[in-house]
């Protein structure tokens, strides 16, 4: 419980499955990281991704003390994620995207690290579509780290932006007037073009051939 400072359980909601890669942005003292671990078994495999060096040691202690195997921690920002493309089944956080200052950036970034057919399952804050960035602005300055939410409709237009379909947000509870928890649920076509294929074929002489 000390390793938890989120607004959700993203790690039940993204439906996790033996053998799966999951990667947890934003994640802190590492306890979705942990409990991702467990639900993929020794087979798959969970990394955490946070850029302080004092959240990165403590969650790297509570996986000592948990007997994980199966996690690493890497220190980055979600903005440019370290980690090679396609590598990953599915993609959490816990109340983290609406923390960044280019959230198009970080949707981008999971859009890419991302299998075809993988999805993402985060636990976040939104904004009702009828409030205006200052009434945002202004909710958050009494209600902590809120004010840098997206509303429904803009989070919704920025997953689809990034490429992804299935796109669905579904409000858990009310932190302030018009601002709410949520679920965010989409998932990258398993027919979407790979990265791998289109950065072979724009080297130079590249035809993904020889």
Not at 37 to 53: F, I, N, Q, S, W
Not at 107 to 127: K, N, Q, W
Request: negative net charge; hydrophobic residues 45%; proline residues 5%.
């Amino acid at each position: 419980m000390l390793a938890s400072l989120g607004c959700g359980n993203p790690a039940a909601v993204a439906g996790l499955r033996p053998g799966e890669v999951v990667l947890d942005l934003g994640s802190g003292g590492g306890i979705d990281v942990l409990l991702s671990a467990k639900r993929v078994g020794p087979t798959g495999k969970a990394y955490g991704l946070d850029m302080t060096e004092e959240m990165l040691a403590l969650a790297r202690r509570n996986a000592t003390e948990a007997g994980a195997r199966n996690v690493e921690f890497l220190k980055g920002q979600i903005e440019q994620i370290p980690l090679p493309a396609e590598t990953v089944d599915v993609v959490i956080s816990n109340c983290v995207v609406n923390l960044s200052p280019d959230k198009e950036a970080v949707l981008a970034e999971t859009f890419r690290v991302l299998r075809p057919g993988g999805r993402i399952g985060i636990s976040d804050v939104v904004a009702e579509d009828r409030l205006s960035a200052a009434e945002r602005a202004e909710r958050g300055g009494w209600t902590g780290c809120i004010a840098g939410a997206l509303s429904i409709g803009e989070y919704e237009d920025l997953l689809r932006a990034a490429g992804f379909a299935g796109v669905g947000i579904t409000l858990t509870h009310e932190v302030a007037d018009g601002m709410h928890g949520a679920i965010v649920a989409a998932q990258k076509p398993a027919d979407a073009p790979s990265v791998l294929d289109a950065a072979i074929a724009a080297a130079p002489g590249g035809s993904g051939c020889c």
